[in-house]
């Protein structure tokens, strides 16, 4: 069938339908980052501890995914290989979710608590929900759907940072609810992601279609590879693009993760927004990634993977330090706060335009590597040194933000873009035509 789809259209609906894994991803993640630090904070008055706390839920991911999304490639049911994990996982990820503000009210430990639940069941799920693509995606076409799956979750991001964290201020009494000031968005979330798995399970029938070529060969191996093994044959390979690869992603998620956390606070702070107009800077960078991410899969479909992740971080790198920069400058000029905000959002908007095309391409070139039987395990190592990112940047990040004000998070995040700039620069495969790397 694959020989006969000359295009990637013959593929978009299909793409469109394992969108809806990553949508669930899309909602929860913005709330999340912007809303969790803040419950934190009602106990925990500093942002170095908070920081610790937040990246304890990745120590689970740093585990769990690779962990997870390698049993997933040895799992053989009726549904397929990865349906049978996102059937369970989702809908308790979803509970848990939408029980965070309560347990917020509760206690720090119930808070603490539920995280831990959230995390277990969110992070083993993720490795299966990204590994559909690649299982039902020639490797050629793979830029493009990834980037229709990331406008999926940007748009989820979107309805999340946008409309659903204005829920944060309705302040009514529903059934079951109770009182909804400062709760509503996360049970609201948690209802999208019940409908999204609805959708997954409904039309994606994954045991058809999971024969997809993973690069050039397309071959899947018979045996089934043990855990340490299948990574140690990807560390050992002979081409280190694949590890260059994930030290890049390290470095930019460093600079990503030390600033997220801290962004709707940023902005409430410094523009004096409401709790449910905090997290609109990242409802910019949702808006944008949403509407760049598929043509930035066709740009480096047509000039190449690493070339646009690489002017990507130059254009990121010049943004954040315009942010760094922008109070002081406004300041100077003498433009009032309102100006101050539509500059900063502005600039917001310019990140997720190539925010999103780094990531729209970077996991691309990792699946290109790999072969069949061991999408998974490249699946699962993206998750493990991005994850890793997460642990250590909100602390590191929150160190330096202790110590020179809100700021410092931009210089902060724009040392470690150029890093991953200098490291992208050693990779020499991945791209479209390329052949899985040799094991």
Known sequence: MEAKAKHFRSYLPLTFLIGFGFFTMGMMDPLYDSYVQ??????????????????????????????????????RTPLGRRMPWIIVLLPLSAIC???????????????????????LFKQSVRGPVVALMPDTIPGKFRSQANGVINT?????????????????DVDTVLPLLGATKNRLAFPAGALFVLIAVVFLVAFVRENKTSRADSGADGTPAPEKIPFFQSIRLVFAASDKSGFLVLLSL?????????????????????FGLSTGQGPLAMGMVGISSALAAIPMGYAASKWGRK??????????????????????????????????????WGLMFLFGIFWIAIIANSFPMLWQMAHHHNIGVYTGLYYTFSQLAAIVAPSFAGFFIDVGGYKTMFVFCAVFFLLAFITM????GGEKNDAPVDL
């Open 38 to 75: 803040i419950f934190l904070s009602n106990y925990i008055p500093y942002k170095t501890i908070i920081g610790l706390i937040m990246s304890l839920d990745n120590l689970l991911a740093l585990f769990l995914i690779p962990v997870v999304s390698i049993w997933s490639d040895h799992t």
């Open 97 to 119: 979710f939408a029980g965070i503000p309560y347990a917020a009210e509760t206690s720090l430990l119930a808070l603490i608590v539920l995280l831990l639940f959230l995390n």
């Open 152 to 168: 999926m979750g940007n748009i989820a991001a979107i309805v999340g940072t946008l409309f659903l964290a204005r829920l944060m």
């Open 250 to 270: 390290f470095f930019w998620f460093v600079g990503y993760q030390g600033v997220v956390p801290y962004l709707t606070q940023y902005s409430i702070v410094t």
């Open 307 to 344: 070339r646009v992740i690489r002017l990507s971080l130059l254009v990121l790198i010049v943004a954040v330090l315009a942010v760094f920069f922008l109070e002081t400058g406004a300041s100077a000029a003498g433009i009032p706060l309102a100006g101050l905000k539509l500059a900063f």
């Open 425 to 428: 620069g050693f990779v020499t």
